[in-house]
């Protein structure tokens, strides 16, 4: 049996342990909140070094990106280099491959109009691979929350005001404390309204659901958003703001929606090499024998 761990920096009322089955190969998934507390998701990390066929970062990235450059974030990137054995995922390689697919699924099916639309992406350089796909295309209406809502500065941002802003930027911003960028523990359970300006502007909501729920407007009427694993809970709270629809990238096996630091390990394992050489096609190809597509929740139809 492959044994894969996700070592979380949020709340531990989600840890659970399940066993699936996945292309013939047996899998245990287990993930492990760590309540925001560092320590002891580093603890964590470097005891299953060796002990389980993949390590997944939960609730936090390795790195950010932009433009094809990476940006290491210096709290995990010094916890990763303390695990010599086990491969360590954040999803990364999901985010650049399947959904980007899934933001064309969305757009074959008619969920929305990635050409008409206002699209909101919460955090561009968290959904980098969406992000590049919306330039691909040409979408002419997108916005970028970063600094809104990783920052906190009212500045929403454009294609050509990122792309001059990443490179100055990030390289500081990946030094700051991570909780300062993300919320972490008990914090990934408040709702501070704010924002509220762009939520309504958009027609599409793109983006890590965490981020996104933290400034939920009171009324979202008739939008949708498009992100990643989502709690029944959380359907009940976009359902009483009037969202029309969500779709999820996760991977539902067995019953279990599984996210994409989870999904990247269960991928890693399969392709039976070494992390570095896996591509974003081998991903596509594996998820789509894994029967992944995204999964559409209408709430006010």
């Not at 070094?49 to 974030?73: E, Q, T």
């Not at 990030?170 to 972490?184: A, E, K, M, Q």
């Not at 309504?200 to 992100?227: C, N, Q, S, Y």
Request: glycine residues 8%; charged residues 25%; neutral net charge.
């Amino acid at each position: 049996m492959k044994r894969i761990l996700s070592v979380s920096l949020g709340s531990s009322k989600r840890d659970k342990k399940v066993n699936v089955e996945i292309l013939g190969e047996q899998f245990e998934v287990h993930r492990r909140g760590t309540d925001g507390d560092l320590r002891v998701f580093a603890d964590l990390m470097v005891e299953a070094d060796g002990v389980v066929d993949a390590l997944c970062v939960g609730g936090a990235n390795l790195a950010l990106y932009w433009r094809g450059r990476r940006y290491p974030l210096r709290s995990f990137d010094r916890i990763g280099r303390r695990v010599k054995k086990t491969p360590v995922v954040d999803g990364s390689l999901i985010k650049n491959s399947l959904e980007r697919e899934a933001l064309l699924w969305v757009q074959e099916r008619g969920i929305a109009n990635l050409m008409s639309d206002k699209i909101l992406v919460v955090c561009g350089v968290d959904r980098f691979g969406i992000a590049e796909e919306l330039r691909r295309l040409g979408s002419p209406n997108v916005v970028f929350g970063d600094l809104m809502f990783d920052i906190g500065l009212p500045i929403a941002l454009r294609f050509q005001t990122i792309d001059i802003l990443a490179p100055l930027c990030l390289p500081l911003v990946c030094c700051l404390p991570f909780s300062w960028l993300y919320p972490t523990g008990h914090n990934q359970d408040e709702i501070k309204p704010k924002w509220e300006k762009w939520y309504h502007w958009a027609d599409l909501v793109v983006g890590d659901f965490l981020i996104m729920r933290r400034h939920l407007p009171d009324e979202l009427p008739d939008k949708v958003i498009l992100t990643n694993t989502i709690t029944e809970q959380d359907l009940e709270i976009l359902r009483q703001r009037g969202v029309r629809a969500v779709v999820t990238t996760s991977l539902r096996v067995s019953g279990r929606s599984f996210g994409t630091n989870v999904l990247e390990g269960i991928v890693t394992v399969l392709a039976d090499r070494p992390h570095d050489e896996i591509t974003p096609q081998d991903c596509l190809e594996l998820g789509r024998r894994m029967g992944w597509q995204p999964e559409v929740v209408e709430l006010n139809v």
